[in-house]
C-alpha cells in the first residue's frame, strides 16, 4: 500500500514537472494573441486607486463587471510598488495551484481506481485549456478563478458542504458575470420537487444578495 502511494506521489511530481517545462510563457510586453482581454485587466488594474477607465466602450461594458479581482490587483500591487503584471502572475500561479489540489481531490473521490484516476488528472493537467492557458497568461486571472468555482461547486456536491457551496458562488460572482447563469440554475433546481438537502435555502438567498 505504502509503495502503491509513494509511485503515485511520484507520477504526480512528474506530470507537474512535465507541464512547468513544456509550456510557454510570456511576459508582460508580449501578451498572447489568445489572451487579449489581458490588455484590458492590465488597464484596470493600472487604474487604482482612481477610477476604472477603457478607451473602447464596448470593452468597458464587457470587463466592466469583472473589475473587482483586477483592481485588487492593482491595490496589492500599489501597496507593494511592483508592476501589476508580477501581482497577477503571482496570484495566478497560487490559483493554478489550488485547482490542481481541488481536482486531484475530486478526481481521486469520484474515481478510487489508481489506475484510472491517474489517467483522468493526467487528462486534466495537461489540457491546453486550462493550467496550461493559465500558466501562459497569467492576467486571465479571472478566468482560472471561475474555473476553481466551478470545481468548488463540484466538490461541495460530492462532499455535501455548505461552505464550499457559498465560496464557490462567491467566486464566480467576483470572477464572471458568466455566473448569473449558475445561479439561475440553481434557483431553477430549489423549486423543483427533489431538493438537496445539504444546501439551506435561507442562506442561499443571504450569499447571493
Not at 512547468?20 to 492590465?42: D, K, M, P, Q, V
Not at 473589475?67 to 497560487?94: C, E, H, K, R
Not at 466551478?150 to 456536491?157: A, K, T, V, Y
Amino acid at each position: 500500500m505504502i509503495k502503491i502511494i509513494q509511485t503515485e506521489k511520484s507520477i504526480f511530481i512528474l506530470l507537474i514537472l512535465f507541464l512547468l517545462l513544456t509550456n510557454s510563457y510570456y511576459g508582460e510586453h508580449e501578451i498572447n494573441a489568445s489572451a487579449r482581454s489581458s490588455f484590458y485587466y492590465l488597464d484596470i488594474a493600472n487604474s487604482f486607486p482612481g477610477g476604472m477607465s477603457l478607451e473602447n466602450s464596448r470593452q468597458a461594458y464587457i470587463h466592466g463587471e469583472r473589475f473587482l479581482i483586477p483592481y485588487f490587483v492593482g491595490f496589492v500591487a500599489n501597496l507593494l510598488d511592483i508592476s501589476s503584471f508580477y501581482i497577477f502572475q503571482a496570484f495566478t500561479y497560487f490559483a493554478i495551484s489550488i485547482l490542481i489540489i481541488i481536482n486531484y481531490k475530486i478526481i481521486n473521490k469520484v474515481i478510487p481506481d489508481k489506475n484510472y484516476n491517474l489517467l483522468f488528472f493526467s487528462l486534466f493537467l495537461l489540457n491546453p485549456y486550462i493550467c496550461r492557458y493559465s500558466l501562459s497568461n497569467p492576467v486571465m486571472l479571472n478566468d482560472i478563478i471561475f474555473i476553481i468555482s466551478i470545481s468548488l461547486l463540484f466538490w461541495s456536491f460530492l462532499d455535501k458542504k455548505n461552505i464550499l457551496f457559498y465560496l464557490s458562488l462567491l467566486l464566480a460572482i467576483i470572477s464572471r458575470q458568466t455566473s448569473i447563469l449558475i445561479i439561475l440554475a440553481l434557483i431553477f433546481s430549489l423549486v423543483l420537487p427533489y431538493k438537496n438537502e445539504f444546501i439551506n435555502f435561507f442562506f442561499f438567498l443571504i450569499i447571493y444578495n
